[in-house]
């Protein structure tokens, strides 16, 4: 997987003041987890509803104009996402992920869009879990690289988790407009 998430001192000081901002509109003290969980709330609300914003017979679409040769199809990115997510969250909990797959491509047999999208929720679900357990203590202390042998933190990872999802987002809402469709977050409420 490339790294394009931010660093982690540069999202770590992004999330820790999004922190401070909803401290403030609750009566709770925000914690690591809180915020975290936030986050990837922001993340899952966008993603999701981009997901389903694109009908079944356009979830094969790629685009083919321009450098797009190779690129994964609208519903592996959607499958991709939903398998860093699970490995991700493994990594992050000490534990082998709830799903089996190979690679970071999810199910090789997964096609239909209700399947794809159950994988995403549920892979959403077990990321809030494995956020959940982010503390102070430690957030920053050394846990198994599910990417390659160097040693990552869970923060690190969460940032990663964040980061990816919101890489994929962008391309997914290029692919709705290469098909007319207005993506969910650019609609007018």
């Known amino acids: 997987m490339k790294r ?15 922190g401070f901002s909803v401290a403030q509109k609750t009566a709770e003290p925000a914690t690591m987890a809180s915020i975290l ?3 990837l709330k922001y993340l899952e609300h966008d993603f999701v509803s981009t997901a ?7 979830f094969s679409f790629a685009p083919t104009n321009g450098e797009f ?3 994964r199809n609208f ?3 959607i499958k991709h996402v939903a398998a860093s997510n699970y490995l991700i969250a493994a ?3 000490q534990e082998k992920p709830a799903v089996t797959f190979k690679g970071e491509d999810g199910p090789e047999g997964m096609t ?4 794809i999208l159950k994988f995403l929720k549920d892979s959403f679900a077990y990321a809030h879990k494995a956020l959940a357990t982010i503390n102070e203590k430690n957030a920053t202390g050394a846990i198994k690289n599910p990417f390659g042998s160097r040693p990552t933190t869970r923060l690190d990872m969460s940032a990663e988790l964040i980061g990816h999802g919101f890489n994929h987002y962008g391309q997914m809402v290029e692919y709705l407009r290469m098909n007319g469709i207005i ?3 650019s609609r007018g409420q």
């Open 4 to 18: 394009n998430a931010l660093p982690a001192a540069v999202w770590l000081a992004t999330v820790v003041l999004s």
């Open 37 to 39: 969980g936030g986050q």
């Open 52 to 58: 389903e914003a694109m009908p079944e017979d356009k």
């Open 69 to 71: 040769k190779g690129v």
């Open 75 to 77: 519903g592996q990115q």
């Open 91 to 93: 990594a992050i909990l």
């Open 112 to 115: 239909s869009r209700t399947d």
């Open 183 to 185: 993506p969910p977050a």
